[in-house]
Nanobody, 121 residues
Framework: QVQLVESGGGLVQAGGSLRLSCAASGRTFSSYAMGWFRQAPGKEREVVAAISWSGGSTYYADSVKGRFAISRDNAKNTMYLQMNSLNPEDTAVYYC??????????????WGQGTQVTVSS
């Protein structure tokens, strides 16, 4: 079992940056591939990025490639999402997820409660 708590969301102007964090509890954090998903109003949840248990493999949605960077610190049981060059289309609730397939991250077994990211134009 793992519990996930996101932080770092907020309101930012277009072109700005935010860094999301996901703090995990549970002794098995380092064994899970993890990721970030997001859901905008009226839209389905979509994967943003994923990272393998070691950090050696990553996945990015085409819409965020070159702008977002996922990372993790297993010693701190924490995963991060650095978001740069934000635009209004990035506005969504962002969810931390654990225990997923980093090659095809369509869903996950564990979820955080979500953190709101709002990008103003």
């Amino acid at each position: 079992q793992v519990q996930l708590v996101e932080s770092g969301g907020g309101l930012v102007q277009a072109g700005g940056s935010l860094r999301l964090s996901c703090a995990a509890s549970g002794r098995t954090f380092s064994s899970y591939a993890m990721g970030w998903f997001r859901q905008a109003p009226g839209k389905e949840r979509e994967v943003v990025a994923a990272i393998s248990w070691s950090g050696g493999s990553t996945y990015y949605a085409d819409s965020v490639k070159g702008r977002f960077a996922i990372s993790r610190d297993n010693a701190k049981n924490t995963m991060y999402l650095q978001m740069n060059s934000l635009n209004p289309e990035d506005t969504a609730v962002y969810y931390c997820a654990a225990d997923l397939n980093v090659v095809a991250p369509t869903t996950s077994n564990y979820w955080g409660q979500g953190t709101q990211v709002t990008v103003s134009s």
